[in-house]
């Protein structure tokens, strides 16, 4: 094959064509996106129960739903979590399952209990779920000419549908702004006047807005529809309401009640950069892209600016997009960069421009092709991909290098270019295949890894078993034609930049050799000494599974005390505003108060980019944390980036017990002795201390005495105080809420109940007649998990890493734990523990996939061992630089190691597999050393292509690159080291041995020597 190619240039020319332009264009097919497409069986199903306290929501709601669901098979973990007025339903699946049959599985089990669930409930939503989904875009709308309920009307009725509008768009959030309602606020003195009660008023509501159709008329020339028009039409109609008195007297509904066109209950407030404004959330569907999203809406903003009202504004204040644009384009220059120092590398190694062309050549038409199995497997271009190709570089370029080294040495002993290009190419086609296995054997375990993190690394893995796959081909296709034709006539160059440097060391390396052969049983206890040196170092390596990147913003979460109104969760968040506004590198900042409950706010705050910044993010939190502490009634939590996945903190833990007494007091200590340990800046728990709340309870033989039911107090008493909504009003083609309620200075004190009547039998009577009214201590949230009581403490970290604070923690808890509350390490630690084993697993499996391709392709059971051997010795390497570079051990840099097993062991194969070959002419000792001189440059020349092509990450700001290019550097370092010293004492001793062996079994009967060989 390698004939026909180099006989056959344009036919080999056009084979490489084809593969770059298919590449090329499945580039353009690629969508670009911040992380692989992953699709995580998640289901979740949001109840609304106004008016429910958290003990109803758990026992009417939540409980039901979780034994419904728990029947489902490959069911993982339920979750809930059960709030006043809502309630939320987790339901995580095994990987293995199907979303979509899970979710359609999922809605039949939540629709068959439509019937049990209580009236007044709002209709479940089920949705499937994504922890890492972020919003697109967020907007601010604002205006200095439109008040906020016109504001919301427009973004509502006209801003958002142009929105969805938009190819890919899924929904369009409207947070903060007043949202139009028509207020019907009666009067309770002038219902007793008149003899009604809220019943009547809504049952009069009711069947006066309504349209009937009616049928049809037809005669011999036309026909035509009846239909009876009884809806409101206007504010006059529903003021007009007929309302029939117990004395027959017909009153309008004006008289006992005061309608207005007004807005609804604010629940919500939006902020931007201390003002109010209505924020626009943009969110896209599933399959979607992103950066398509951002780009359609960028073109489309100033369409939408000039259509907005006079003196109105709409501004894009977070965009996701940005960053997904800004990693990527970071990593690819990297690529670039890599690619440049990896072929300035090669030229200093050779000083020839053609030599390095075709060597460099490599790389680029590696990468183009791989974007054409990138596209067949659905990848996307993210920073996984990315970071494949990246790490990837010098591997690439190594085939080639070998292949033209062979060349250059079978031209100098006088060959012609053509069988120089098959003989050279040839002579290495087993090295070539041996170190290209092991790079296919590391990555395909990474590739097939199982959880969540497989998932993830799938994309990851088979790019870089892609890339290698086009790096062997086009080096054995390519590379002998442009030798055999391009440095037919080559002279040998004159001017070698690196030339007298690898002379020199070879000259050093060589009193080197022959030192650790006088001594070979003392360079082996030097080594172990080294390698045992590890240990001391790798306390102070700090452990951090998923670094966050500095992205350019944070977002401060607080809470106030439970009870607290949404006016003063707003009051304390103005005053985290004024601290965020005394920030240097401040670009602006958008408040949220009210998201998921009235005590809950954030203020997501964005800097000005890091390359324009001197402080980093984690510094910036810092200067800051002793001051938003200062606030009192005020928790405050920090996260850096984007808030991803399930909103919990660097360290999670779940308190479960059997006494949920006993379950609160272990948590409350266990959160007291991490306040102790001093490193934690925020300590968020799920229990929260009760407020008080007022419960009417009834008197069940006064009700039968006046021919109440229960339910008809429950209805009297929710109308009034919440509000009934079940009317609409109908205008412009737009649907507006009405909103039935007792006016609002009726219900501002404990009195004020007294206010509220009922019509029996026995007359109007005042509902307090009817019951008595107690105050008590309001349950707080309930949290579930597997349909078990759980108390959540969420810590997020002001120093150390989550690894070293573990240990800690687990000294701390030693003692407080009981048969009936206990703890466990949950959130982020199970994902971690779980990734870590598959990680370990796959490392293990690539050293013996390794072994034994090795085993397979030297045809010895013992000479792979020498070459295993530089594995353990690169992680002195790797150690040590992530020590000095002060870099974390994460799931980076995890699988640097595992993708080092693959790369180490290269240097290894080209020393071994030269020695085998001169052993059949050479003393052992002779031959090893001719070996290591004839493959010093080379490997040499291979492993700092590799190390210079991970320099840039090193210096990157997202600490998942950096420290896997701290890891990469650090073991190709001490694989360059190693083989020099380690790998042939190793060989050389095992060769003995296995030559003692062979003697021995040949001087047995019927011979045994030809056996031993594969030893």
């Known amino acids: 094959m390698i004939e026909f190619f180099v006989k056959r240039p344009v036919t080999t020319i056009m084979f490489v064509s084809l593969l770059v332009i298919l590449g090329i264009v499945s580039f353009f097919n690629l969508n670009l996106d911040k992380q692989p497409k992953v699709e995580f069986p998640l289901i979740t199903i949001s109840f609304v129960y106004p008016g429910a306290s958290p003990a109803e929501m758990e026992s009417l709601v939540i409980n039901k739903v979780e034994d419904a669901v728990s029947e489902l098979s490959e069911v993982k973990k339920i979750r809930s979590q059960s709030y006043e007025n809502f309630g939320l339903v987790l339901v995580q ?170 807005y609804k209950k604010i629940e919500k407030v939006a902020r931007l950069n201390g003002k109010n404004a209505l924020i626009l959330s943009v969110k896209k569907s599933s399959d979607s892209n992103a950066v398509n999203i951002g780009r359609q809406i960028q073109r489309k903003m100033k369409d939408f600016t000039a259509s907005l009202p006079t003196d109105t504004s709409l501004d894009i204040v977070t965009d996701n997009t940005k960053v997904i644009i800004r990693e990527n384009i970071n990593t690819e220059m990297d690529i670039l960069i890599g690619i440049v120092l990896t072929v300035v590398i090669l030229f200093l190694f050779t000083g020839n421009v053609r030599l390095t062309f075709i060597a460099s050549l490599i790389i680029p038409i590696s990468i183009i092709a791989t974007f054409f199995l990138m596209d067949a497997f659905d990848f996307t271009i993210n920073f996984l991909t990315l970071l494949a190709l990246a790490s990837a570089l010098g591997t690439l370029i190594s085939n080639a290098i070998v292949i033209i080294d062979s060349f250059w040495l079978h031209l100098k002993q006088g060959k012609n270019s053509f069988d120089a290009a098959i003989q050279g190419t040839k002579e290495v086609t087993s090295a070539i295949l041996a170190a290209t296995g092991t790079n296919l054997v590391v990555f395909l375990p990474i590739a097939f890894m199982k959880g969540i993190i497989g998932r993830f690394m799938f994309s990851f893995g088979m790019t870089v078993v892609f890339v290698t796959i086009f790096s062997l081909v086009v080096s054995f296709i390519l590379t002998p034609m442009l030798c055999c034709y391009l440095l037919k006539n080559a002279k040998p160059t004159r001017f070698v930049p690196l030339r007298r440097t690898v002379e020199f060391l070879i000259k050093k390396y060589e009193k080197l050799f022959h030192f650790i052969f006088r001594f070979p049983k003392w360079t082996v206890v030097a080594v172990l000494i080294f390698f045992v040196s590890v240990r001391y170092v790798t306390p102070y390596i700090s452990g951090n599974f998923f670094p966050r990147s500095d992205e350019d913003k944070f977002i401060i979460k607080s809470q106030t005390p439970q009870g607290s109104s949404l006016d003063y969760t707003l009051s304390l968040t103005q005053r985290v505003e004024e601290i965020v506004r005394n920030i240097p590198e401040l670009e602006s900042y958008i408040s949220l108060v009210g998201i998921k409950g009235a005590e809950n706010s954030s203020v997501t705050v964005h800097l000005s980019s890091r390359e324009k910044r001197k402080r980093k993010d984690t510094e910036i939190i810092t200067s800051i944390i002793s001051k938003l502490s200062q606030i009192a009634d005020l928790d405050v939590s920090i996260i850096r980036g984007a808030q991803k996945g399930f909103d919990e903190g660097d360290m999670t833990l779940a308190i479960y017990g059997n006494d949920y007494d006993k379950m609160i007091d272990l948590s409350q200590k266990m959160e007291d002795k991490m306040i102790a340990t001093g490193y934690f800046q925020s300590i968020s728990s799920s229990y929260k201390k009760p407020k008080k709340e007022l419960c009417f309870l009834p008197n069940t033989s006064t009700l039968l005495e006046n021919g109440i039911r229960d339910v008809q107090v429950g209805a009297a008493l929710r109308t009034a105080l919440y509000g009934d909504d079940n009317n609409i009003y109908k205008e412009g083609g737009k649907e507006y809420n009405i909103s039935v309620k007792m006016n609002d200075r009726y219900v501002r004190g404990l009195d004020d109940i007294h206010q509220i009547h009922l019509i029996t039998r026995n007359g109007l009577l005042p509902i307090t007649s009817l019951g008595r009214i107690e105050k008590r201590e309001a349950v707080p949230p309930i949290v579930h998990e597997d349909k078990q009581r759980v108390i959540k403490l969420d810590g997020m970290l002001g120093k150390s890493n989550p690894s070293h604070m573990k240990k800690i923690l687990e000294k701390e808890f030693k003692d407080l734990t009981t048969e009936d509350a206990w703890y466990v390490f949950s959130g982020a630690d199970e994902t971690q523990r779980e990734s870590a084993l598959e990680i370990v697993k796959a490392f293990f499996l690539a050293v013996v996939l390794t072994y034994m391709l090795l085993a397979a392709l030297l045809n010895s059971f013992s000479y792979p061992i020498s070459i295993i051997l530089s594995v353990a010795t690169s992680f002195i390497g790797v150690y040590y630089t992530l020590f000095f570079l002060e870099e974390s051990i994460n799931i980076a840099s995890m699988l640097g190691m595992v993708m080092l097993v693959g790369l180490v062991v290269n240097n290894s194969i080209l020393l071994v597999d030269s020695t085998i070959q001169k052993m059949a002419a050479l003393d052992l000792k002779q031959a090893l050393w001719e070996a290591s001189k004839e493959r010093f440059q080379m490997i040499l020349m291979t492993s700092l292509a590799i190390v210079f092509g991970v320099v840039p990450q090193l210096h990157a700001i997202e600490e998942t690159k950096s420290s896997m290019g701290a890891v990469m550097m650090g073991g190709m370092l001490a694989s360059i080291l190693f083989t020099f010293v380690l790998t042939p004492i190793v060989f050389y001793y095992i060769e003995k041995i296995k030559r003692v062996f062979s003697r021995f079994f040949s001087s047995k009967k019927g011979g045994g020597s030809q056996s031993m060989d594969v030893l």
């Open 93 to 262: 699946f095994l990987l293995s399952a199907d979303s979509n049959t899970k979710f359609i599985e999922v809605k039949d089990k939540i629709d068959a209990l439509a019937n049990k669930f209580p009236k007044g409930m709002q209709k479940p939503i089920v949705q499937k779920f994504d922890p890492f989904v972020q919003p697109v875009m967020e907007m601010a709308l604002t205006s200095s000419s439109l008040d906020e309920k016109a504001l919301y009307d427009y973004a509502d009725k006209t801003l958002k549908d142009r929105l969805l509008a938009i190819k890919d768009v899924a929904s369009v959030e409207i947070i903060g702004g007043q949202e139009r309602q028509i207020n019907v606020r009666l009067d309770p003195m002038l219902m007793k006047e008149h003899y009604i009660s809220t019943e009547d008023v809504l049952g009069m509501m009711q069947t006066q807005n309504m349209n009937i159709p009616s049928g049809e008329i037809e005669n011999t020339l036309a026909s035509y529809n009846v239909k009876f028009v009884g809806e409101f039409e206007s504010m006059e109609d529903i003021a007009k309401v007929s309302l029939i008195t117990r004395n027959g007297e017909i009153v309008p509904l004006s008289s006992i009640a005061t309608i207005e066109d007004g």
